[in-house]
């Protein structure tokens, strides 16, 4: 059975859209899904967040040019059932290469075709950059379902809408006819203002079951974790946001069948 690709993205950055790639990844692979994460943003926030340096020749930038295949740039995270594709600066300099190629929208999901369907992984989570240039266009276009990391403040809520008109030209382009939008994921709730409740209720009002019961908290810990290397689970396995990251990985993993 091919693997369900999810890209998770947000054009804005600071709303722990890496955080859910790293812990839902993680939590995910906990639960036994053979989770691989393909860090696809040149700053590799999720390659370090995972206690891994960056390598030169270590990204997708080669495979994305037709020099070797996506399959061998995977490499182990420590953590069982959680592989990863590392990024590396070089992936900064895809963006205006992809432009002068004729098919410049699908050319990650050409190159992921064959792990997508290996049979090696049943989820393959890709981390954008937070902006939407080709690397997220590409990512877009790859995927199956997108899931929208959305930080609980109202300044957050206005890009939404530039995101799903841009996955919307993507279908009308040809690029990705089947990307669907797979859900909304509320992340840096903070249960002490009325502003994050507000929000999380417009949001629900508006995409209904679309947004994921499960709120991932702003706590310190989570915070602190990606610069140790690690996930919340192995800094702070007892933190509020490991037991919710627990919980949407739940959600995810009976909403997309995996």
Known sequence: MPATIITIANQKGGV???????????????????????????????????????MADGSIYDPLHGDGDAAEKVVPTGIKNLSIIPSEVDLAAIEIELAQKPDYLIQLSNCLDSLKNSDKFGVILIDCPPALGLLSMNSLAAADYLLIALQCEYLAMEGLGQILTVVDKLREAGASPNLELGGIAMT??????????????????HFGDMVFKTVIPRTIRLGEAPSFGQTIFQYDALNPSASAYKNLAGEVRKRFSL
């Open 16 to 54: 722990g859209k890496t955080a859910t790639a790293i812990n839902l990844g993680a939590a995910l692979a906990a639960r036994g899904v053979r989770t691989l994460l393909l860090d696809m943003d040149p700053q590799a926030n999720a390659t370090s967040g995972l206690g891994l340096e960056k």
């Open 188 to 205: 840096m709730y903070d249960m002490r203002t009325n502003l994050s409740r507000q929000v999380v209720e417009e949001v629900r009002k």
